[in-house]
Structure formats: C-alpha cells, structure tokens
Antibody, heavy 120, light 107 residues
Framework: QVQLQESGPGLVKPSQTLSLTCTVS??????????WSWIRQHPGKGLEWIGY???????YYNPSLKSRVTISVDTSKNQFSLKLSSVTAADTAVYYC????????????WGQGTLVTVSS | DIQMTQSPSSLSASVGDRVTITCRAS??????LNWYQQKPGKAPKLLIY???SLQSGVPSRFSGSGSGTDFTLTISSLQPEDFATYYC?????????FGQGTRLEIK
C-alpha cells in the first residue's frame, strides 16, 4: 500500500521560503510511471495544483506560481520536495503531496496534508 | 486555464436519496474528468477517473458520466458516510484545475 507523508515547518515568516518534503513508502519513485505532485488548499477553499515532478527530474509548475516554485526529487531517499519563495499570508494553506498515474492525470494517493501558516 | 464549475455549491439530502452533482468545463476536455470526496480534516479521495471509471475500492453506488464539457457524479443511494464535499478535476490540460466543490449535507 502506497503511503505519502508530508513534513516541514508549520510556520513560516513572510518573505521567507516555505520548504516541505514528501516521503513515499510502499513504492519506489524511481520505478517510473507516476508523476509526483504538490497541491494546496487555502483554509475553507478549493484545491490548487502547484506542480509535479517525474523521477527523472522533469518538472512542470502552475504558471500562477512558477516564478516562486521549485520541486525536486531525491530518489535515494524516496522523497520529493517543494520550495516556495517569497511567501505571504496568501500562501497560508494545507499542502498535500499526491501521486498521479500518468495514464489519467488523476491523483490516486495523497498525503494527509500539512498546514503551513505564513505569519510574523 | 480551463475553468471548472460545479453545481450546486451545496446540497441537502437524506440517507437513501439519489443525488447528482454536475461539473461543467469552460472548454471541451473529452473524458479527462475526475471526481474526489473530501471529509473535514482529511485529504481528498479519488472516486471516479476518466469521467466514468470507478476507482478500486470505491462503492458501486458512485458513478460518473459525461464527456466534452458536461459531467455528472451520481450517488445512487446516500449512505451516512457519503456526507462530504465533492470536487471535480480536469486533467485534459496543464495546469490541472478543480471545481469549487459541492458540499453534501444531511437534511
């Protein structure tokens, strides 16, 4: 059974960089066949896709966030990570990592989510 | 970006009711439409992918239909555990986008 687990600081100061890691268990990122995404949900709101990475390191980011986002992968640790720079209060959200089987573009496994608050 | 619009935004229903939620895309997305269920404090759960394919482990009372721009999620007989918020998602083009959600409440 594949499991994803987000980790990282729950509080980030304005203008700093938000950094989160997603650890995958029950399956290997380097086996291919899946895209690994970050998705966020503002409090009480809908879902916003941030970007994805493939095991090879290929990435694609939401144009709305592209200038501030970096997603990287560490296949030796079976992890992928998110960095979001120059954060403001508008970046306060629950951040999820998720797996996307590249045949359909859906997200079949999700982490439990981690709330990141941007505040001084 | 493709805009996804769900209706209604909220819905009250009773256990045993048949419920339909609609999702409309701002342009044709073929059958690249997925449905999720989200309960408070939990991650979304995939119910339906490719418009009508039931995700493994999801009860058969859930079904999806549609293609092009108009899609529906139907729950044939509501169970107590089905009260949640439901989201559609288009995976036709990047960036993938979600509907605003439909909150299904107990009448």
């Amino acid at each position: 059974q594949v499991q994803l687990q987000e980790s990282g600081p729950g509080l980030v100061k304005p203008s700093q960089t938000l950094s989160l890691t997603c650890t995958v268990s029950g399956g290997s990122i380097s086996s291919g066949g899946y895209y690994w995404s970050w998705i966020r949900q503002h409090p009480g709101k809908g879902l916003e896709w941030i970007g994805y990475i493939y095991y090879s390191g290929s990435t694609y980011y939401n144009p709305s966030l592209k200038s501030r986002v970096t997603i990287s992968v560490d296949t030796s640790k079976n992890q992928f990570s998110l960095k979001l720079s120059s954060v403001t209060a508008a970046d306060t959200a629950v951040y999820y990592c998720a797996r996307d089987p590249d045949s359909s573009g859906s997200f079949d496994y999700w982490g439990q989510g981690t709330l990141v608050t941007v505040s001084s | 970006d493709i805009q996804m619009t769900q209706s209604p935004s909220s819905l009250s229903a009773s256990v045993g009711d048949r419920v339909t939620i609609t999702c409309r895309a701002s342009q044709s997305i073929s059958s690249y439409l997925n449905w999720y269920q989200q309960k408070p404090g939990k991650a979304p759960k995939l119910l339906i992918y490719a418009a009508s394919s039931l995700q493994s482990g999801v009860p058969s009372r859930f079904s999806g239909s549609g293609s092009g721009t108009d899609f529906t999620l139907t729950i044939s007989s509501l169970q107590p555990e089905d009260f949640a918020t439901y989201y559609c998602q288009q995976s036709y083009s990047t960036p993938t986008t979600f509907g605003q959600g439909t909150r299904l409440e107990i009448k």
